[in-house]
């Protein structure tokens, strides 16, 4: 997928020329202010040299744009869903925003004075890439799912500095993050926590109740006045504090309108790229979260479901 960075003066020229309305959902749609007329004649010289015209370089008096750069100019004129991946890893982070068209995706980016445009990639050709970077469990050693109150995820996550706080949404992640204690290394004193849960959960009562509840359930073990992470726990443990963290997030412009966005739908991921588990609420209203490893059946389906990929076979 071939990135192009386009000054924001000649994208916005570019959409200007593209055949069509350009919806208010284009992440792009900030650069065109009030109506107004382009020519790309001002643009010819940086186009040629970047290679984006066609050959011949004129059509039918126009110039002609390479069919991959008119493709990716209509999917961010009138998209229909915005796609982002954000990944972090022991050594940064970084963000990538897309759009697509329901067929197609491209990323669509701003950066500073130039703007980020890929030639499109189809759907199942992006939804591959993501199932690649996360890795599908086995389906004859795909481990056991285990079931997690959201304080307790708070508090690996707050010992390994390296988990999303709960899967609410953005303001009661940095509300958590902003409470969560300072990471530690276990075993911990048995005291210590039950504070650390306590401090989450802002209930001295439920603070002891989830540490014996995270006990019955394996997650933790307590003894002789300590608590550790229990060796059956222990493999999902280390996907969880690996430092490595990928979040893919859908957003629907339903009629390509921004104002009528739906409500977004986040999935997450911990653990280094082809061994990543996946974070996924429950069904039910505990707020608890499910972290598992899907199949390769499993996980097409479901990143498919992510990117909006509606798979016909």
């Not at 690649?132 to 707050?158: D, E, M, N």
């Not at 959960?201 to 997650?219: K, N």
């Not at 999902?236 to 009528?260: A, C, K, M, T, V």
């Amino acid at each position: 997928m071939a990135l192009h960075e386009i000054p924001a003066e000649t994208l916005r020229d570019l959409l200007l020329n593209i055949d069509g309305e350009i919806s208010s959902a284009c992440p792009y749609a900030f650069l065109l202010g009030e109506p107004q007329e382009a020519s790309l004649d001002s643009h010819r010289t940086w186009l040629e040299e970047h290679g984006l015209l066609d050959s011949p370089p004129e059509q039918d008096g126009h110039l002609a744009l390479l069919p991959s750069l008119r493709r990716a100019l209509d999917i961010v004129a009138r998209p229909i869903r915005r796609i982002l991946i954000g990944e972090v890893n022991p050594q940064g982070a970084r963000r990538a925003v897309h759009v697509s068209d329901g067929a197609e995706v491209v990323v669509a980016m701003f950066d500073q004075q130039q703007c980020l445009l890929s030639d499109p990639a189809d759907l199942e050709t992006f939804r591959a890439g993501l199932v690649k970077v996360i890795g599908p469990a086995k389906a004859k050693s795909a481990p056991k799912p285990v079931q997690l109150h959201p304080a307790a995820l708070r508090l690996l996550g707050a010992m390994a500095a390296s988990v999303p706080a709960e899967s609410g949404d953005d303001s009661d992640r940095a509300s958590s993050s902003a409470e969560a204690p300072t990471p530690a290394a276990w075993p911990l004193p048995r005291k210590d926590c039950v504070n650390r849960l306590t401090a989450l959960v802002e209930d001295a009562a439920q603070g002891e109740e989830i540490l014996e509840s995270l006990v019955a359930d394996r997650i933790l073990a307590a003894e002789d006045g300590n608590v550790d992470i229990h060796p059956a726990f222990r493999p999902w443990h280390e996907l969880l504090s690996s430092g490595h963290f990928l979040e893919i997030q859908r957003l629907e412009f339903p009629q390509s309108q921004l104002q009528d966005v739906q409500r977004p739908i986040r999935a997450y991921f911990c653990g280094p790229p082809g061994e990543r588990c996946l974070i996924w609420p429950t069904e039910d209203e505990s707020g608890e979260v499910l972290v598992s490893r899907p199949t390769a059946k499993d996980l097409k389906s479901f990143v498919g479901y992510l990117v909006g990929y509606i798979d016909l076979k």
